[in-house]
T-cell receptor, first 110, second 113 residues
């Protein structure tokens, strides 16, 4: 089993739709969680950190479920510019290395 | 504030040659990380510097890879001799502290022929 698992997609959704991605992690000691966005042939860019209480940034909402060991990302009112690969990143804390998921590809269609 | 920079952006070399990649982290970030993405696979951790010290190099594939961060500023990653399977995109990232978000450079796309 992979340490961090994501559905690679692709998720093809129409503009204006709401889409949600999940990411599961295997290390129950994990402490920090992030969603990154990666455009084709570009570097990952931090989208948002994910905290225990969940957090929202505009159209984006991230949630953490420690009991079930997953994090989620919800995108409301999808825009064409949201098309990208969304990477789930888990840090086991302190000086532990960061583990990436394979990424979920989102394609927003006009 | 300048972001993480990497040089070169692309490198095409032949098997057996040597290549050195450079990373300049965000100023003031003591933590510097190297990652590699092979096509179709996840981004994989290579190693982590705290200032000039290697905190964790468990992800380094083998002894053909050598990373340095003399003076605790920029870092280099040397591959010698390069093999075909070393091809991929090498990303560098930096952060203020472990556990905090990491900021990535644009990557170096290495192709070994």
């Amino acid at each position: 089993r992979k340490e961090v698992e994501q559905d690679p997609g692709p998720f093809n959704v129409p503009e204006g739709a709401t889409v949600a991605f999940n990411c599961t992690y295997s290390n129950s000691a994990s402490q920090s969680f992030f969603w990154y966005r990666q455009d084709c042939r570009k570097e990952p860019k931090l989208l948002m950190s994910v905290y225990s209480s969940g957090n929202e940034d505009g159209r984006f909402t991230a949630q953490l479920n420690r009991a079930s060991q997953y994090i989620s990302l919800l995108i409301r009112d999808s825009k064409l510019s949201d098309s990208a690969t969304y990477l789930c990143v888990v840090n086991s804390g302190g000086y532990q290395k960061v583990t990436f998921g394979i990424g979920t590809k989102l394609q927003v269609i006009p | 504030e300048a972001g993480v920079t990497q040089f070169p952006s692309h490198s095409v070399i032949e098997k057996g040659q040597t290549v050195t990649l450079r990373c300049d982290p965000i100023s003031g970030h003591d933590n510097l990380y190297w990652y590699r993405r092979v096509m179709g696979k996840e981004i994989k951790f290579l190693l982590h510097f705290v200032k000039e010290s290697k905190q964790d190099e468990s992800g380094m594939p083998n002894n053909r890879f050598l990373a340095e961060r003399t003076g605790g500023t920029y870092s280099t990653l040397k591959v010698q001799p390069a093999e075909l399977e070393d091809s991929g995109v090498y990303f560098c990232a930096s952060s203020q502290a472990p556990g905090l978000p990491q900021y990535f450079g644009p990557g170096t796309r290495l192709t070994v022929l």
